[in-house]
């Protein structure tokens, strides 16, 4: 067991998790074109605290890069320049990505706090690399996973520029959303290499087939978690935030699928409880599902009965990748071929 990755390991596991839950709030609160270029933000490293910062201003030096708003438009400078006491366009070439061109200093910062966040991740991720090097000779497919995690990361970041291009396109989001969790799969079975000790006790097949069966269910639930919020997101931009209460007024067939099968996702893990009970096992991880079950559906019941409280989505997608994490973990655990009792 090698404790200095695993320790990178689970800071990193972490820190990508802290970034899952900062998007979501960046969703739940309007933020996501809170900065409307990428990789900066205005064009700035330190984005802007105050709408006239992006007021053109004359006998001021200006970057390449930077954004201002004229006539609600972005214009970006296309060589550093000093600004004269007359407006010249010359100077400026108008952003053709999108025309989202608003400044809302709440939004801003929360998507700007997101970025780094994720930018501290992605160190998480690279130092976890650069400490596997040293495992090279004897546990080579350890740092060959942990370079698919950089990679990951670095494909991830530009997921976000592409959903910031496309003004917050629903399908884009989901794209990015569901590369966090492969991120997630990746780390989790560096982290089953690195503590290669199995479960106390060897699973029966049927019980095997049951926690496979209920981690499938999982993806499935995901999934259609993910069609459901691309339509709460239109009927956001149809009805604003302020009319949560509409916002799943008519509900499409994703909906009362997604919210029929959480009684299967119970009755299955309710029979994996039992079969774990009956055969010794240890019990931490089915209880640690369970927990997440009935977190998932305690929120899913407010948000659509008590018009979305606030945090219930951010919550609700947070603790969904929790649940697939430890399923995938205990999965992992389970398919390793040593088995002891201090796990």
């Not at 596991?13 to 960046?26: D, H, K, N, R």
Request: with cysteine; hydrophobic share 50%; net charge positive.
């Amino acid at each position: 067991m090698n404790v200095a990755i695993l320790n990178w390991n689970k800071w990193a596991l972490l820190s990508v998790y802290l970034v899952i839950l900062a998007g979501s709030v960046v969703r739940i609160t309007g933020s996501g074109m809170g900065c409307p270029d990428w990789p900066k933000c205005f064009g700035y490293l330190i984005p802007p605290t105050e709408r006239n910062q992006l007021d053109w201003k004359p006998n001021s030096t200006y970057k390449e890069g930077h954004v201002i708003i004229v006539n609600e438009s972005l214009q970006v400078a296309v060589k550093d320049f000093q600004s004269s006491n007359v407006y010249n366009p010359e100077h400026w070439e108008s952003y053709t990505k999108h025309d989202y061109a608003k400044f809302d200093a709440t939004h801003t910062w929360i998507e700007f706090i997101n970025r780094l966040l994720g930018a501290l991740s992605g160190l998480l991720v690279l130092g976890l690399f650069l400490r596997s090097l040293l495992l090279l000779k004897t546990k080579p497919l350890v740092p060959i996973l942990c370079f698919l995690a950089v990679a990951g990361m670095g494909f991830q970041a530009w997921l976000g520029k592409t959903v910031v291009d496309s003004n917050l396109l629903p399908t884009k989001i989901s794209i990015h959303m569901g590369m966090a969790l492969v991120i997630i799969f990746i780390l989790l079975i560096i982290r089953a290499l690195c503590k290669p000790i199995g479960l106390a006790k060897k699973p029966s097949p049927v019980l095997m087939y049951l926690i496979g069966f209920a981690f499938v269910l999982t993806l499935a639930q995901f999934a259609l978690g993910v069609q459901v919020r691309q339509y709460v997101d239109i009927q956001i931009q149809k009805w604003g935030y302020e009319q949560a209460a509409l916002w799943l007024q008519y509900p499409k067939l994703d909906f009362y699928i997604h919210r029929s099968l959480s009684i299967l996702v119970v009755l299955i893990n309710v029979w994996i409880f039992i079969k774990v009970r009956k055969e010794g096992l240890t019990e931490k991880y089915i209880f640690w599902i369970l927990g997440c079950v009935v977190a998932e559906i305690t929120l899913g019941i407010l948000m659509y009965y008590i018009d979305f409280p606030w945090g219930s989505q951010p919550l609700h997608l947070l603790i969904a990748t929790i649940l697939f994490g430890i399923q995938a973990y205990w999965i992992l655990r389970l398919k390793t071929k040593k088995y002891d009792l201090s796990i």
